[in-house]
């Protein structure tokens, strides 16, 4: 099946640990998506990557990570500089401007 | 600052009824529209896109879209209780989507 894998499903972070959500896709979409959202609120970009080695900081860039070393995967790392990381994560590709998400990530620090 | 606005609600309508969610965008970079149904801890799917002016129907539902406003639209005939939800507008330039802070739609049995 195609789709967008995005794991853990849950996931908790103690104070000043680095954590990695995994988002894998095979869509052989060129483009991908890290957004993350709080209770009541919408999606906010995080970090985008519309082409392998090279990636694009969103709108709350500050205190994360990201990789894009193959087509297929856009690991975002939550670093201990993100102060206030418990949201649910968001991983989308695209090839236009649909995107099409995985199931999320939901992090919590404890 | 590209900003996507729609009306946070809550929403409800009974069954049956039509149910009109709004959406206003600032950008007029913006050249494609998105509506996207999230359920309570799931993810967004896509329900609807629009990307030219007028009225686009798919079953239940219509988008609507006027550029000239800067105003999308989406109307759901018929509503259902399994259509409560929380529903994203987004739109989109140069591949990305910004997205508003969604609408929660109830529908009552």
């Known amino acids: 099946d195609g789709g967008i894998t995005q794991s853990p499903k849950y996931l908790f972070r103690k104070e000043g640990q680095n954590v990695t959500l995994s988002c894998e896709q095979n869509l052989n979409h060129d483009a991908m998506y890290w957004y993350r959202q709080d209770p009541g609120q919408g999606l906010r970009l995080i970090y985008y990557?519309?082409?392998?080695?090279?990636?694009q900081k969103g709108d709350i860039a500050e205190g994360y990570s990201v990789s894009r070393e193959k087509k297929e995967s856009f690991p975002l790392t939550v670093t201990s500089a993100q102060k206030n990381p418990t949201a649910f994560y968001l991983c989308?590709?695209?090839?236009?401007?649909?995107?099409?998400f995985g199931q999320g990530t939901r992090l919590t620090v404890v | 600052q590209k900003e996507v606005e729609q009306n946070s609600g809550p929403l409800s309508v009974p069954e049956g009824a039509i149910a009109s969610l709004n959406c206003t965008y600032s950008?007029?970079?913006?050249?494609?529209f998105f509506w996207y149904r999230q359920y309570s801890g799931k993810s967004p799917e896509l329900i609807m896109f629009?990307?030219?002016?007028g009225d686009k129907e798919d079953g239940r539902f219509t988008a609507q879209l006027n550029k000239a406003s800067q105003y999308v639209s989406l109307l759901i005939r018929d509503s259902q209780p399994s259509d409560s939800a929380t529903y994203l507008c987004?739109?989109?330039?140069?591949?990305?989507?910004?997205f508003g802070s969604g609408t929660q739609l109830t529908v009552l049995p």
């Open positions: 987004a739109g989109g330039a140069a591949r990305q989507l910004t």
């Open positions: 950008d007029r970079g913006s050249q494609s």
């Open positions: 990557s519309q082409i392998v080695n090279d990636f």
């Open positions: 629009i990307y030219s002016n």
């Open positions: 989308a590709s695209s090839i236009t401007e649909e995107a099409f």
